[in-house]
């Protein structure tokens, strides 16, 4: 399957901003989606935002929608999660995702490769 390689975690203090990174190689696919997700200690991984790939419509949960913005680079494969006014609740290991089907693009059962995450953390 294709690899996937998340950055640009880190710590930041409330308020701050990050911009998580994630680069796609290897086997090429076919893309309908991308999307990162993001899971807490002792949580499910949740849904944080998609990007149709071709499309580039784009989908959000309700408490990231304003501070986080997701976008894309077709030819590079590359993703991006820009992230502005972080709480403390956003920490969590974020992952990326890519969906080679035609799934809807906020369940997560609709990927089929996955990043190994990279670790946000807000705190002050």
């Known amino acids: 399957q294709v690899q996937l390689v998340e950055s640009g975690g880190g710590l930041v203090q409330p308020g701050g901003s990050l911009r998580l990174s994630c680069a796609a190689s290897?086997?090429?696919?076919?893309?309908?989606?991308m999307a990162w997700f993001r899971q807490a200690p002792g949580k499910e991984r949740e849904f944080v935002a998609a990007i149709n790939w071709h499309g580039g419509s784009t989908y959000y949960r309700d408490s990231v929608k304003g501070r986080f913005t997701i976008s894309r680079d077709n030819a590079q494969k590359s993703l991006y999660l820009q992230m502005h006014s972080l709480k403390p609740e956003d920490t969590a290991v974020y992952y990326c995702?890519?969906?080679?089907?035609?799934?809807?693009?906020?369940?997560?059962?609709?990927?089929?490769?996955w990043g190994q995450g990279t670790q946000v953390t807000v705190s002050s």
């Open positions: 995702a890519i969906s080679s089907n035609d799934g809807a693009p906020i369940n997560i059962k609709a990927y089929d490769s």
């Open positions: 290897g086997r090429t696919i076919a893309t309908y989606a």
